[in-house]
């Protein structure tokens, strides 16, 4: 069995990959990969990781699981390619973004690779999917690499912002070292819990620019 690698300047991840735990859980993948079509393409699994550099990381945004429709999941969590409809919770996302901002235009595109690039890891706790089958491959053990990879993360950085939406993203924060990191939660964007007055106004898009600039002397352009 060939086991993935993550780009050099996450070297210090890479542990986690080799575990027999992800052993286990990469044979699942190979066989549901082989056997059914799956999301997002096998080359892009770990994409989250090649889009954002290790060295530039400012803020994780923290999905559930990739999206299931034919072309719409590229390893970035709630991000879709370009050319592609922009999904009802992202676009909740974008909403919350131009009333933090008071944009008058909305995103044509909901590719996210502009805020990776920037220094978002934008990271699902599942990283795979069968297509049409929402959360088919949560019990293959996603999690639990996910989750050492969140403590190694906040563990070897400092001062990162980590955006944890709804009951299942905020259980992550026992993870996260929150004296030294800034911890933001809220309702879920998906419009079942945006309409219930669960998402909007939450600033967390303003409040994590708050923190960059003033300890990272940075901010993200959303």
């Known amino acids: ?21 992800f052993k286990k859980l990469w044979d699942r993948v190979e066989v549901a990969y082989e056997n059914s ?13 090649e889009a954002c550099k290790s060295f530039d990381l ?7 699981d990739p999206y299931h429709g034919m072309g719409e999941a590229h390893g970035l ?23 933090n901002y008071q944009q008058i235009f909305l995103p044509t595109s909901g590719n996210l690779s502009r805020w990776a690039q920037q220094g978002v890891l934008l990271l699902n706790a599942t990283l795979t999917v069968e297509k049409d089958q929402a959360n088919s491959h949560q019990h293959f053990g996603w999690q ?23 009951a299942f993203a905020q259980k992550k924060a026992k993870f996260i070292d929150t004296s030294k990191h800034l911890v933001l939660t809220s309702g879920h964007p998906s419009p079942l819990s945006a309409n219930q007055g669960k998402w909007f106004g939450n600033r967390h898009f303003i409040l994590a620019n708050e923190f960059l600039s003033l300890h990272q002397n940075c901010m993200i352009e959303w």
């Open 1 to 21: 069995m060939i086991l993935p690698t993550l780009p050099k300047d996450w070297i210090y991840l890479q542990p986690i990959l080799q575990t027999p735990e």
């Open 58 to 64: 400012k803020v994780v945004i923290l999905g559930q």
């Open 37 to 49: 079509e799956c999301f997002p393409p096998k080359d892009q699994i770990f994409h989250a990781f």
């Open 77 to 99: 969590s709630f991000s879709v390619p370009d050319g592609v409809k922009i999904p009802p919770s992202l676009m909740n996302i974008f909403k919350e973004i131009q009333q």
């Open 144 to 166: 639990a690499i996910t989750d050492a990879i969140l403590k190694e993360i906040s563990t070897h950085h400092q001062h990162i912002v980590f955006m944890l939406w709804g």
